[in-house]
C-alpha cells in the first residue's frame, strides 16, 4: 500500500519522509486545491528527502480549459521538473464540454518523458467518468487521482471501485480527498485500491510575538497566525491504520 502525501514545502517533504510515506505530491496554494511549486521548492525537496516526488503543474486555481499561454507556462515547468529529476508530473486538462483534452494531455505527456503522469482531480468534473478514464488509458497515463466524482472519496467510494475495477491494472486508480487514518482501512477495503492519496496536517501556532491581527496578507477571515503543516506522527497514523 503507497501512501502518497499532499504538501507544501521542504519541511512537509522531511516530515512525510519520518513518518514513512512513499511519495508526496508537491504543490503550492493548496487552499486553492494545489498550483505549481516554485522550481527553488522543488529542488530543495529533490535534495532534502529521498522519496518519490510527483509534481503538480497547474498555472492557477479554478477551471480547466487553459489558454495558450498557460499551456506553454506549464510545458516549461514540465521541462524544468525533467531536469530537476523528480519522479512525475500531475496535472489535467479539460474540454469546454467536460471531456478529457486529449490533444494537449497528449502534448505534455510526450514531453514529461521519462517522468511518470498522474492526471488529478480535473477527473472529478469531466463529464462522463468512464469515457475519461478510457481516454487517460489510451493515453498511457500512468495514474488518474480521483474522490469518485464526490465532494469525498467516502461520498463516491462506490464510483471508486467502479472505477478500479475497469482500469484493470492498466492505470492507477488514486483515492484522494476526504482520506483520514479513521476510514483508510475501509476505503481500501471496499474499493480494491492499491495506494491512497491525503494530507497528514497538523495545527501549528505560529511563534510570531509582535501581530497585527488588522492586516491581512490573504483571504480575509482566514487565520494569518497559524497554519496546517504536515506531521510526521500523523502520517505514521494513517500507515498504522493500513497495516
Known amino acids: ?18 513518518g514513512g510515506a512513499q511519495r508526496i505530491e508537491l504543490c503550492a496554494a493548496l487552499v486553492e486545491g494545489g498550483i505549481t511549486p516554485s522550481l527553488g521548492t522543488i529542488q530543495a525537496c529533490r535534495d532534502a528527502v529521498d522519496l518519490d516526488i510527483m509534481v503538480m503543474i497547474r498555472p492557477r486555481g479554478g477551471d480547466f480549459l487553459y489558454s495558450a499561454a498557460e499551456l506553454d507556462a506549464m510545458a516549461r515547468n514540465i521541462e524544468a521538473c525533467r531536469s530537476i529529476g523528480v519522479t512525475g508530473v500531475v496535472f489535467g486538462l479539460l474540454n469546454p464540454d467536460g471531456s478529457i483534452d486529449t490533444e494537449n494531455t ?27 478514464l478510457d481516454s487517460l488509458i ?16 467516502p ?3 462506490e464510483l471508486i471501485r467502479q472505477l478500479v475495477e475497469r482500469a484493470d491494472r492498466c492505470i492507477g486508480i488514486l483515492p484522494g480527498c476526504g482520506i483520514r487514518p479513521e476510514n483508510v482501512a475501509e476505503i481500501i477495503n471496499y474499493t480494491g485500491v492499491q495506494e491512497f492519496h491525503a494530507t497528514a496536517f497538523t495545527r501549528l501556532e505560529s511563534p510570531m510575538r509582535h501581530r497585527n491581527e488588522k492586516v491581512y496578507m490573504g483571504i480575509p477571515g482566514l487565520p494569518e497566525y497559524e497554519r496546517q503543516v504536515t506531521s510526521a506522527k500523523e502520517v505514521k497514523r494513517f500507515l498504522r491504520a493500513t497495516s
Open 1 to 18: 500500500m503507497i501512501f502518497e502525501v499532499c504538501l507544501e514545502g521542504v519541511d512537509g517533504a522531511v516530515a512525510a519522509q519520518s
Open 106 to 132: 497528449a502534448d505534455l505527456k510526450s514531453l514529461a518523458g521519462p517522468l511518470a503522469v498522474t492526471f488529478h482531480r480535473a477527473f472529478d468534473v469531466a463529464r462522463d467518468p468512464f469515457s475519461s
Open 138 to 153: 489510451q493515453l498511457g497515463i500512468d495514474r488518474v487521482l480521483t474522490s469518485g466524482q464526490a465532494a469525498t472519496v
Open 155 to 157: 461520498e463516491g467510494k
